[in-house]
């Protein structure tokens, strides 16, 4: 038996993110996911101001800086009882529909669907469509991406003044109420993206495109007319399948989501109570039920990171996060382990279709599973519903023009307390938890979707799913592992978010 531990530094992905694999016989048999970079926004924000996360946690990421601000706004009106006009629900909500879509589409096509251009596919029939398409710069959907993404984000710019770090969301609702012409100018951004990803990403309307709910309906669909089939959903579904991604990547069965945009019409309704346009949950992977989901039931674990032990796993608002840095211990990464109801669990666009009972990616899983192909397309599914809602919205905004978006600012004092505020982010679950003593920040912590995905073991040495979901998995090339690469960017990797620059030793880099 042939025994190798082989370290990768993966690439196209957003942060530093390393594996440590054990292979007997090319087999991963052991997995270790290195968060290898210390973030330190909880102690940044100790003994400031409260309305001090407003400025500061947008800054986390540079990719999704807007469901970061949503989060800090919605925990300082959890903690002080703060309603929000509808009109500001509907900005919020446009705006980090704009951050998901852009997001959606780059990591899409411009870091997962690179892979397929990888010359261990070069004798492959679909490797000269493969590059035609999606090599990086060159590639037809891979230019369309980049310039059609880059336009969404200037939605966000016209209510928030910039993109990334927007600091125009504020306790009670928003800096700038939706004049008609950022209705306008925003309906004009939409109209391109959509006529784009109609005519080159799936081959047809949105609508017809939506209505499609079962796995036989969309395979059937597939295969009916080249434009479908040519698309850039249909070159990536059948690349996918080709190479086998629908069997790997299954990772654990639970999945969590905090549910999708607060809708307008609870507006009265503090968060995280408030309902959401796309239903929270937690799928028991034991039982396949949706349950409801309570963020009482989460906790995290430090026994393999590089932080102050303390035993077994802790809620958000009994947590620490102080740095204690020993290399050379079992302790293996900057990432924290979090679990609900002591269970490891996956997050991100598959896990909150299945929640809202999407039907198509529903019929799809029971078909299939959970597997690495289902995730990335699941992905581009939640691309069209969100466009979709979008006009929706931007439709709502139009015929409530006087509607306030702000409460009057001598009711927004935060008193001392707590608040937690939970967001759909583009990679998933995304949650603060503020607490706040004498006037300024006493405890502060971030639960990233990626700190889901990508978390270590926890104090009962259950893997993350990342890790779960490389162990047994078989690849050709232990030099050049790219079947890694196509698991873990189906996630969509988000280390800046995640981790909290160390060298970890002789590393390899995937292609390219």
Same mark, same amino acid.
């Given at each position: 038996?042939?025994?190798?531990?082989?370290?990768?530094?993966?690439?196209?992905?957003?942060?530093?993110?390393?594996?440590?694999?054990?292979?007997?016989?090319?087999?991963?048999?052991?997995?270790?996911?290195?968060?290898?970079?210390?973030?330190?926004?909880?102690?940044?924000?100790? =003994? $400031?101001?409260?309305?001090?996360?407003?400025?500061?946690?947008?800054?986390?990421?540079?990719?999704?800086?807007?469901?970061?601000?949503?989060?800090?706004?919605?925990?300082?009106?959890?903690?002080?009882?703060?309603?929000?006009?509808?009109?500001?629900?509907?900005?919020?909500?446009?705006?980090?529909?704009?951050?998901?879509?852009?997001?959606?589409?780059?990591?899409s096509f411009l870091f997962f669907t690179a892979d397929f251009c990888h010359p261990k596919y070069d004798d492959r029939s679909f490797?000269?469509?493969?590059?035609?398409?999606?090599?990086?710069? #060159?590639? %037809?959907?891979?230019?369309?991406?980049?310039?059609?993404?880059?336009?969404?984000?200037?939605?966000?710019?016209?209510?928030?003044?910039?993109?990334?770090?927007?600091?125009?969301?504020?306790?009670?609702?928003?800096?700038?109420?939706?004049?008609?012409?950022?209705?306008?100018?925003?309906?004009?951004?939409?109209?391109?993206?959509?006529?784009?990803?109609?005519?080159?990403?799936?081959?047809?309307?949105?609508?017809? %495109?939506?209505?499609?709910?079962?796995?036989?309906?969309?395979?059937?669909?597939?295969?009916?007319?080249?434009?479908?089939?040519?698309?850039?959903?249909?070159?990536?579904?059948?690349?996918?399948?080709?190479? &086998?991604?629908?069997?790997?990547?299954?990772?654990?069965?639970?999945?969590?989501?905090?549910?999708?945009?607060?809708?307008?019409?609870?507006?009265?309704?503090?968060?995280?109570?408030?309902?959401?346009?796309?239903?929270?949950?937690?799928?028991?992977?034991?039982?396949?039920?949706?349950?409801?989901?309570?963020?009482?039931?989460?906790?995290?674990?430090?026994?393999?990171? %590089?932080?102050?032990?303390?035993?077994?796993?802790?809620?958000?608002?009994? &947590?620490?996060?102080?740095?204690?840095?020993?290399?050379?211990?079992?302790?293996?990464?900057?990432?924290?382990?979090?679990?609900?109801?002591?269970?490891?669990?996956?997050?991100?666009?598959?896990?909150?279709?299945?929640?809202?009972?999407?039907?198509?990616?529903?019929?799809?899983?029971?078909?299939?599973?959970?597997?690495?192909?289902?995730?990335?397309?699941?992905?581009? $599914?939640?691309?069209?519903?969100?466009?979709? #809602?979008?006009?929706?919205?931007?439709?709502?905004?139009?015929?409530?023009?006087?509607?306030?978006?702000?409460?009057?600012?001598?009711?927004?004092?935060?008193?001392?307390?707590?608040?937690?505020?939970?967001?759909?982010?583009?990679?998933?679950?995304?949650?603060?938890?503020?607490?706040?003593?004498?006037?300024?920040?006493?405890?502060?912590?971030?639960?990233?979707?990626?700190? %889901?995905?990508? =978390?270590?073991?926890?104090?009962?040495?259950?893997?993350?799913?990342?890790?779960?979901?490389?162990?047994?998995?078989?690849?050709?090339?232990?030099?050049?592992?790219?079947?890694?690469?196509?698991?873990?960017?189906?996630?969509?990797?988000?280390?800046?978010?995640?981790?909290?620059?160390?060298?970890?030793?002789?590393?390899?880099?995937?292609?390219?």
């Amino acid at each position: 038996m042939s025994k190798r531990t082989i370290q990768i530094d993966l690439n196209r992905v957003e942060g530093d993110l390393d594996f440590q694999l054990e292979l007997e016989d090319n087999k991963v048999v052991d997995a270790r996911c290195i968060g290898s970079m210390y973030r330190g926004f909880e102690q940044i924000l100790i =003994s $400031r101001k409260p309305k001090d996360s407003l400025v500061i946690t947008p800054r986390i990421c540079g990719i999704c800086g807007t469901a970061q601000l949503t989060a800090a706004v919605l925990a300082l009106e959890n903690l002080a009882g703060i309603a929000v006009p509808p009109a500001a629900i509907r900005i919020r909500n446009l705006c980090l529909m704009a951050e998901t879509v852009q997001s959606d589409l780059r990591q899409s096509f411009l870091f997962f669907t690179a892979d397929f251009c990888h010359p261990k596919y070069d004798d492959r029939s679909f490797y000269q469509k493969a590059r035609t398409a999606f090599l990086p710069f #060159k590639g %037809w959907v891979h230019r369309g991406a980049l310039e059609h993404s880059r336009h969404l984000v200037e939605i966000i710019a016209l209510f928030g003044g910039q993109w990334p770090h927007s600091s125009y969301m504020l306790p009670g609702g928003v800096t700038t109420p939706a004049s008609s012409r950022h209705i306008i100018d925003s309906l004009s951004i939409l109209n391109k993206v959509t006529r784009w990803f109609e005519q080159n990403i799936i081959g047809t309307d949105l609508d017809s %495109w939506l209505a499609l709910e079962s796995a036989d309906e969309f395979f059937t669909w597939l295969t009916a007319k080249e434009a479908h089939a040519d698309g850039a959903i249909g070159l990536f579904t059948m690349m996918s399948r080709g190479i &086998g991604l629908h069997h790997v990547g299954f990772g654990t069965p639970h999945m969590l989501s905090y549910g999708s945009y607060d809708d307008p019409a609870d507006a009265g309704t503090f968060p995280p109570q408030r309902k959401h346009l796309f239903r929270a949950g937690f799928l028991n992977g034991d039982t396949g039920n949706v349950e409801p989901f309570e963020q009482a039931e989460i906790t995290e674990h430090v026994r393999y990171s %590089w932080f102050q032990p303390y035993t077994g796993g802790r809620h958000p608002f009994q &947590g620490q996060t102080i740095p204690d840095y020993q290399p050379h211990s079992d302790r293996y990464t900057w990432c924290k382990a979090p679990r609900y109801q002591d269970k490891v669990v996956q997050t991100g666009p598959l896990a909150d279709a299945l929640i809202d009972g999407e039907p198509l990616i529903s019929s799809l899983y029971q078909a299939e599973g959970g597997n690495a192909w289902l995730r990335q397309f699941a992905r581009l $599914r939640r691309t069209a519903r969100l466009l979709h #809602k979008m006009r929706e919205t931007l439709n709502e905004l139009a015929a409530h023009p006087n509607d306030p978006h702000m409460i009057p600012p001598d009711k927004l004092e935060i008193p001392d307390g707590e608040g937690c505020g939970l967001v759909t982010a583009a990679r998933g679950a995304l949650g603060h938890w503020l607490q706040v003593t004498d006037g300024v920040i006493s405890c502060y912590q971030v639960i990233t979707p990626t700190a %889901w995905n990508a =978390s270590p073991k926890d104090s009962e040495g259950r893997h993350g799913h990342w890790e779960s979901s490389l162990i047994g998995l078989t690849v050709d090339d232990p030099d050049d592992p790219v079947e890694i690469g196509h698991i873990i960017r189906s996630h969509d990797p988000c280390l800046v978010c995640t981790v909290h620059v160390l060298d970890t030793g002789k590393r390899m880099t995937l292609w390219p």
